[in-house]
Structure formats: structure tokens, C-alpha cells
């Protein structure tokens, strides 16, 4: 068979099972609600005053969210400052969320590289603290420990991908069973879900319709999670725009947004305005706000496929490119929020 019309074949066989698959996802969420939404909050540069004021609002429109952590002391010597549950404010704050129905996950232990040992530590200071092992990691920027990270996490766009990122030189091993910053089976025994690619789309089922999914060629993760790109206030507001808000109801929608919530969301201990509008728009809404691995959980038990295909893999690679790309065009033309500091608009998405 030509090389053409076996991909126009293997296509429209994704295009099929798409469509059967979203057919599926059509069907009513606990308390026969509209649409799915949640948030993992990523935790860099965040405080008890730069995110306080969000988690308040959350929990007034009763929007149960997922906030993640770093249970070790955040160092100097890391590429984003931030709290940890090291600071007794800060774990005061992290306790009240999880008394609240917040789910508390980790961002890595700590906000610079840990070896195995570090991680180990981590795991159990987490544990200590809060008083149960975290059920969703997603990892933190340039940290050696991070698992499938870096060309790491392609299949088909790897080498392109090596090509891209040619003078970064970074490396990163935590699936690397010879390295000493390996914990892929830390990873296996604790997590149920890592977060990997973000897209620019508010609705996950028309990118990854079969979410969370297992992916035989990274054995250490138990299943994968895709987000809506949120990553700071401005692109939060346009995520989370009335137009969006009212497709992601109409069809039916699962959205998990992936943010960070201390990046110009609250000023003088106010939330931002459009965020706090936008908010309260979307729970007035029909929807099942809810913590991310409780969304996970109910998806995991449909009848859909659970091993991700090499096909539905290549096009959220293509796709998670293309977004990157646009990503470059939208940075170059939109003024920078002088809310958020320079250094998390290169952000790990
Ligand atoms: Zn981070």
C-alpha cells in the first residue's frame, strides 16, 4: 500500500474513532451536569498574599480546585522562588484548602533539582504534613528529576524537537533507572496522574478525547492528563472568555486548566478583575467544578479506550507543537502584563 493512502487510511480511522469517542463523552457528568472543569495550579513564585485572595473566591462561587506544592524548602539556587509547605504560614493556608475540599498535589519536592534520595524525603515529608501521599504530579521546569521531560516526552517529534532545543544542553532523567535522579517506580507507586501536554483549547475531548490515558512507551507514569492553557492571568482571561465558556458548555466539555495562579491574578490583595467576573460567570453555569483527580477518576471509568494509540500520540505531539508555535506569534504581539514577571513567560507547558 502507498505511504499516502495508508496515512489517509489511518486518518479517517482516527477520525471514526474521534467521533465514537466524543459520542461517548456526550453523556452526563455526576448530578447529570453540563461540562467538567477543574484547575491544577502550578505553584511557582506563589505566597500566602499572591494567591490567598483566589482560593477565597474559589471557595465562596464553590469551585474545588487542585493546588500543587513543594513539601521541601524552596532554594534560592532555583530558577522560580515560591513558598513551601516549609513556611508555617504557608502550610497553615495549604491545611485550610484540603479542610476546605482543595486537592493539595506536587510540583516535584522542591524547586531545584533532588536526587532519588531528595524525592524519597519529599514524598514523606508530604505525607508527614498533610497527612497522605499526593495523587497528582506535574513536573517543575528545568529540574533533573523530571520524568519523561524534554525530548523525553515525544515519540514521532523527538528529533525535531532535540533540534529545537539543541543549545539548552539540559537533561532530564527521573525515568532513567542508571541515573541517581531516577524515581520512575516512586512515580508508578504514588501517582496515579502526571500532567503532560497543554493546548490552547478549552475543551480537552476535541484534542484528547481519551484522557487519562496509558502510554506503553513511558511504563513509569500510571496515566497521563492534558491541560488548557492558562498559564498566567492574561492567558487565563482569554481561556476563560464568555465565547469559550459557553462552547465548552454547549458541548459538553471536560476542561482542566493549567495556570499559575501567583502570576497577576491578585494585586494589593485583590483579585484581578476580568479573572474575578469570569469566575463567577462560569459557576453560575450548569457544570461539575471539581478537583482534578476526581474529574480523572470519573473519566478513567467510561468505556474508553485506556492505551493510547500511536496515532491519537502523534497528533497531540503535532498539535501540542502547532500551539507552541502560535504561542512564539501571540508573545511577540501581545504587551507583556506588568503582573508578571519576566521570567515565568517561559513557562513549562
Ligand atoms: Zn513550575
Given at each position: 500500500m502507498a505511504l499516502d493512502e495508508r496515512s489517509s487510511d489511518s486518518f479517517i480511522q482516527l477520525a471514526q474513532r474521534s467521533t465514537e469517542i466524543q459520542r461517548q463523552r456526550m453523556t452526563a457528568f455526576p448530578?447529570?451536569?453540563?461540562f467538567a472543569f477543574s484547575i491544577f495550579d502550578d505553584t511557582?513564585?506563589?505566597t500566602v498574599e499572591n494567591v490567598g485572595p483566589v482560593y477565597k473566591l474559589l471557595d465562596e462561587i464553590g469551585i474545588r480546585t487542585t493546588k500543587s506544592v513543594w513539601p521541601l524548602a524552596s532554594s534560592s539556587n532555583g530558577r522560580f522562588g515560591g513558598a513551601s509547605l516549609q513556611d508555617p504560614d504557608y502550610l497553615k493556608f495549604v491545611l485550610g484548602l484540603k479542610e476546605s475540599g482543595f486537592e493539595i498535589a506536587l510540583h516535584n519536592v522542591r524547586n531545584m533539582c533532588s536526587t532519588r534520595e531528595q524525592v524519597q524525603a519529599g514524598l514523606e515529608e508530604f505525607r508527614r504534613l498533610l497527612g497522605f501521599y499526593p495523587r497528582v504530579h506535574a513536573n517543575h521546569s528545568h529540574n533533573r528529576e523530571n520524568i519523561y521531560w524534554g525530548p523525553a516526552r515525544f515519540s514521532r517529534i523527538a528529533r525535531l524537537y532535540r533540534a529545537m532545543t539543541m543549545f539548552r544542553r539540559l537533561s532530564f532523567e527521573g525515568?532513567?533507572?542508571?541515573?541517581?535522579?531516577?524515581w520512575g517506580d516512586l512515580c508508578r507507586a504514588h501517582f496515579d496522574y502526571v500532567r503532560n501536554f497543554v493546548f490552547r483549547e478549552i475543551n480537552l475531548n476535541r484534542v484528547?478525547?481519551?484522557?487519562p490515558y496509558h502510554d506503553p512507551e513511558r511504563p513509569f507514569v500510571n496515566a497521563w492528563f492534558s491541560s488548557s492553557d492558562g498559564h498566567d492571568v492574561q492567558a487565563f482571561c482569554e481561556l476563560l472568555r464568555e465565547v469559550n465558556q459557553d462552547r465548552l458548555e454547549e458541548e459538553q466539555g471536560v476542561c482542566i486548566v493549567y495556570t499559575?495562579?501567583?502570576?497577576?491574578?491578585?494585586?494589593m490583595g485583590a483579585v484581578h478583575p476580568r479573572v474575578d467576573f469570569l469566575l463567577r460567570r462560569l459557576a453560575r453555569k450548569d457544570g461539575w467544578f471539581t478537583p482534578v483527580s476526581t474529574l480523572l477518576d470519573f473519566l478513567r471509568k467510561?468505556?474508553?479506550?485506556k492505551v493510547i494509540s500511536i496515532t491519537e500520540r502523534s497528533a497531540l505531539e503535532r498539535r501540542w507543537l502547532s500551539d507552541r508555535l502560535v504561542d512564539v506569534v501571540f508573545r511577540g504581539i501581545r504587551k507583556p502584563s506588568p503582573h508578571v514577571e519576566p521570567a515565568t513567560r517561559r513557562r513549562h507547558l
Open positions: 448530578d447529570n451536569k453540563r511557582d513564585l506563589s525515568h532513567i533507572q542508571e541515573s541517581k535522579y531516577f484528547n478525547p481519551t484522557m499559575h495562579f501567583a502570576c497577576g491574578f491578585v494585586s467510561r468505556p474508553l479506550v
